[in-house]
Structure formats: structure tokens, C-alpha cells
């Protein structure tokens, strides 16, 4: 069975930084791309950030150089670091695993920005 489950999330302050962690199971996890993912109430659903097997990591442009993904193969997680939090970087934050046809997601955790 493949858990995705994600932790790290809350309420910050304009400015302020949170970390979030993903912890995977049931997955050969070194061999997936990783990703975040967020959606804020009343839109789609959009890519945050990605990091390939090798460590090769993408990001959408409203985030770059402000969050970093990173992963330790070792123990199966996959983390978002986010820094200089703005109100619109609230949303619902998800975790995804994809590896061709394999594509899973964890049950989100809450960004909240807000002073």
C-alpha cells in the first residue's frame, strides 16, 4: 500500500518560513520523481516544485529563490523549505510520487499565510 503523508504545514506570518516534510511508503522511493503541489481555494491545482532521482530540481516561477526541495533517499522523504512567505503562497500543499504510469499523491497540508 502507498502512503504519501505530509507534515510541516500551519499559520506563519508574511515573511516567515516553514518546512514541510513528506514521508513515502510502499514505493522504491529513490527511483520517483518527487514532487509539491498546491491549490489555493477557487483555483487549479499547480506545481510548486519537482526533484528527479538524480537531484535535478525545477520550480514555478512564483516560488524561485524563495523555496528549495530537497530529498534523503535514506528515509524516504522528500522535504519543501519556504522562505519570505506571502499571503499568496496560502493554499493546500500536496506531495506527489510519479514514476511513468505510477502517479500518487498524499492528503495535502494546510499553508496558511497570514498576519
Known amino acids: 500500500q502507498v502512503q504519501l503523508v505530509e507534515s510541516g504545514g500551519g499559520l506563519v506570518q508574511p515573511g516567515g518560513s516553514l518546512r514541510l516534510s513528506c514521508a513515502a511508503s510502499g514505493i522504491l522511493f529513490r527511483i520517483y520523481v518527487m514532487g509539491w ?3 489555493a481555494p477557487g483555483k487549479q491545482r499547480e506545481l510548486v516544485a519537482t ?5 535535478s530540481t525545477k520550480y514555478a516561477d512564483s516560488v524561485k529563490g524563495r523555496f528549495t526541495i530537497s530529498r534523503d533517499n535514506a528515509k524516504n522523504t522528500v522535504y519543501l523549505e519556504m522562505n519570505t512567505l506571502r499571503p499568496e503562497d496560502t493554499a493546500v500543499y500536496y506531495c506527489n510520487a510519479n514514476w511513468y504510469d505510477k502517479d500518487y499523491w498524499g492528503q495535502g497540508t494546510q499553508v496558511t499565510v497570514s498576519s
Do not use: E
Not at 51 to 55: L, Q, V
Open 37 to 39: 503541489y498546491r491549490q
Open 51 to 55: 526533484i528527479t532521482r538524480d537531484g
